[in-house]
């Protein structure tokens, strides 16, 4: 499965975007996940959702972050809100199918008054 990350760009903090991820085919099933890494560190999970919508956020960002399916079954979406500087990253979603990852190529964030 393909996955296309949209939805970032420049932003002041306090502000918001939705981050999409599309993919190619049917990720009703699959475990989707949000990542995010800024240069020179590691990739970080920071939000993920099962087939039946249960989601989970690292603590540091519940209650800023909010994530979804779509209702097309190959979507999903990334509500970003209260964002501050320390939100800029590129941000990545992956797919779980199988044991097996499938990344997007990753949407640029960025925070800045």
């Known amino acids: 499965v393909q996955l296309v990350e949209s939805g970032g760009g420049f932003v002041q903090p306090g502000g918001s975007l939705r981050l999409s991820c599309a993919a190619s085919a049917s990720i009703s099933l699959d475990y989707m996940a949000w990542y995010r890494q800024v240069p020179g560190k590691e990739r970080e999970f920071i939000a993920g959702?099962?087939?039946?919508?249960?989601?989970s956020h690292v603590d540091s960002l519940k209650g800023r972050f909010t994530l979804s399916r779509g209702d097309a079954k190959n979507t999903v979406y990334h509500q970003m809100n209260s964002l501050t500087l320390e939100d800029t990253a590129v941000y990545y979603c992956?797919?779980?199918?199988?044991?097996?990852?499938?990344w997007g190529q990753g949407t640029q964030v960025t925070v800045s008054s």
């Open positions: 959702i099962d087939n039946v919508g249960t989601t």
């Open positions: 992956k797919a779980d199918r199988n044991s097996k990852g499938y």
